[in-house]
């Protein structure tokens, strides 16, 4: 096996690939109907594969194509070499498809409506591989009734896989002729051919530039037919530009290159095909946009508020976190003069309590003091205990009932905009939104009881930090130093040492009165409780914005699929079937400039965004 026959398999795999890979595609279910409306036109164009698997082995059909009077026939007798058809005054407008075969042809193998046609033999060496059909004309004035020439023509052309379109000086700018091309090309190799060379000029190279824009023209031919069938009667070679094309249908039609061609039909189709699906889908696509826009804003919304509520149900409880959050910084900080007054601040009420014990003088005073500080400790534990039963009921607040109307009216009209169908991608009923709230909120990430006890763990290690205690034990013993440094100046030095250092022979002084220690005390009262407030206003700070923050993850986590998960799975299954298309359609653009343009063969260009005509094969 050559390396040339090996890449032809290579490219004839490479189009079995995508022809699979298309089929999936229509396969796959989508809510979404600019995509079920691609995915038929797919389907009708993927029926060309199968009738391509049954004509493989079939020779190549060759119809020519052009408006009334163009030579179609002529042109036919004369690439035959015999009159098959009749022409010019025997019939002025072809009525009847012409079939013409070899007669060792199996006409019925070609898969062609063998009951439209009339059936033509003729033993000429072109038509070994290739048959010839004479079309109907489809620029005459009628429309495409039962029976009509029109629909004779349509019903031809998908079976053809090599158009050749003559026209003339006079015909060559027919707009009817040019609609009908625009629709007989798809899927078709094309040959333009300028007849009636002995009559007149050459306008190939304005016919060029007037087809520039729609098809590839590699070459155009203009011939002589009729001098052409005399040559050939005469038993001469034809001559001019009618032997080259008598060349290119013999040598580039041969059977080696059937294949070849029906593929590169294929291949040419089904980049049309997705050409339009894509342009269609992506008009359609920003409404698609504006829904997941609409369920991102929604589920922010939810977000928010079950943010808000969540640290609004967290903070009915500081006080008992933060309670928790100053034990836990003295169990850190340990036996220190700082520390020591932070429990006094923490345990103030036993503090109080146990004052009261020492103040009572009998059995029935200690009596009452102890009642008072058991309803005191009971008290304490009931607030623990609702603050647990705070966090057992956060999982299971719901939402509000005019708040979900509100998200289901908003999203519904996004969903028809989008054109969706709303019985499989969305929810219908206000139920059925309850139940997703429900299921949402049962989706809790982590035990919020001990989210808060590592919050406390983490804010009194960072509180617990060797610079924050130093800070707050140095500003706190600086009062302290200070009075003991002043009662023991004025006890030691101004009373005794100073009268007799002293060279002025001043008197001493006398010693602090009970004032001074008063007024020392109820500053340093009110030193310690202003560091105190301080430190503990910033453990409280901490613990308010990292409760707030857990509220918002909590919120996140639970809110992580919306109440429409099943709108936000529609919504990405929509775009990864638009990438997989655009995928196919990248492929399959890659594999038509390898084996889509034959030399010598024209085809039409794919123009983004029109619907290429598919008929059905048979």
């Known amino acids: 096996m050559t390396t040339t026959d090996l890449e032809q398999l290579e490219l004839l795999a490479r189009v079995d690939e995508i022809v699979g890979r298309l089929t999936q595609w229509t396969q796959a279910d989508t809510a979404w109907e600019p995509m079920r409306h691609a995915q038929a036109l797919i389907r009708r164009v993927l029926t060309r594969a199968e009738g391509l698997r049954i004509r493989l082995e079939s020779p190549l059909v060759v119809a020519t194509f052009g408006g009334t009077g163009t030579g179609k026939s002529t042109l036919v007798n004369a690439l035959v070499g015999r009159e098959c058809t009749k022409t010019g005054r025997q019939r002025p407008t072809t009525r009847r498809p012409v079939l013409i075969a070899h007669p060792q042809t199996d006409v019925e193998a070609l898969g062609l409506p063998i009951d439209d046609f009339d059936v033509t033999r003729a033993d000429s060496t072109i038509l070994r591989d290739i048959v010839i059909v004479d079309c109907p004309d489809p620029d005459t004035s009628e429309s495409e009734t039962p029976g009509s020439n029109l629909q004779k023509l349509h019903r031809l052309l998908p079976y053809c896989d090599v158009l050749i379109y003559t026209s003339t000086q006079q015909k060559y700018r027919s707009a009817r002729v040019a609609d009908e091309l625009g629709q007989a090309a798809t899927g078709c190799r094309l040959l333009f051919v300028q007849t009636h060379a002995d009559l007149d000029e050459d306008i190939r190279d304005d016919w060029r530039r007037h087809l520039a824009d729609h098809y590839e023209v590699p070459d155009l031919f203009f011939v002589d037919s009729v001098r052409a069938i005399r040559e050939q009667f005469a038993e001469q070679r034809p001559s001019g530009d009618f032997g080259r094309l008598q060349d ?196 809790f990430l982590g035990d919020a009881s001990g989210r808060i006890e590592q919050i406390i763990k983490s804010l009194a290690a960072k509180n617990s930090r060797w610079f924050v205690r130093w800070i707050f034990e140095a500003l706190f013993l600086s009062y302290v130093a200070f009075v ?135």
């Not at 932070?342 to 009998?362: D, H, K, P, Q, V």
């Not at 102890?370 to 009931?382: C, E, I, T, V």
């Not at 407030?533 to 992580?560: H, N, Y």
């Open 248 to 443: 290119l249908l013999t040598t580039r039609l041969a059977a080696s290159h059937r294949i070849q061609i029906r593929r590169a039909n294929l291949v040419d189709l089904i980049q049309e095909a997705l050409a339009h699906c894509r342009t269609s889908m992506a008009s359609k696509w920003p409404a698609v946009e504006q829904l997941e826009a609409a369920l991102e804003d929604e589920r922010r919304k939810m977000t928010h508020q079950m943010a808000e509520q969540l640290s609004a149900e967290l903070l009915q409880s500081r006080g008992l976190w933060e309670r928790r959050l100053v034990e836990a910084v003295t169990q850190m900080w340990g036996f220190s003069p700082f520390s020591l007054m932070l429990r006094l601040y923490n345990g103030l009420g036993s503090l109080i309590t146990g004052l009261g014990f020492l103040r009572a003088r009998n059995s029935a005073q200690m009596a009452l003091v102890g009642a008072m500080q058991g309803a005191r400790w009971l008290k304490s534990r009931q607030r623990q205990k609702d603050a647990e039963t705070q966090l057992a009921r956060i999982s299971t607040f719901g939402f509000d009932d005019a708040l979900l109307r509100e998200s289901q009216f908003v999203i519904s009209g996004y969903v028809n905009s989008a054109q969706l169908d709303v019985e499989v991608a969305g929810r219908s009923t206000l139920d059925d939104l309850r139940d997703e709230a429900i299921a949402v909120e049962e989706r």
């Open 484 to 618: 003991l440094y002043r009662v023991g100046k004025n006890f030691f030095y101004d009373t005794f040492f100073r009268e007799l250092i002293s060279s002025d022979g001043a008197a001493a002084v006398a010693l602090l009165s009970v004032d001074f220690y008063i007024s020392a005390a109820l500053f340093f009262v009110l030193w310690t409780g202003v560091l105190v407030m301080i430190f503990v206003g910033r453990l409280k700070m901490g613990l308010q914005t990292r409760i707030r923050q857990l509220a918002g993850e909590l919120a996140e986590s639970r809110m992580s699929r919306g109440l429409f998960p099943q709108l936000d799975a529609t919504c990405a299954q929509i775009a990864a079937g638009r990438l997989k298309l655009d995928a196919l359609a990248e492929a399959t653009h890659e594999l038509r400039n390898r084996i889509a343009t034959s030399n010598g063969l024209g085809a039409r260009l794919a123009p983004a965004g029109e619907a290429p005509t598919i008929l059905p094969r048979r």
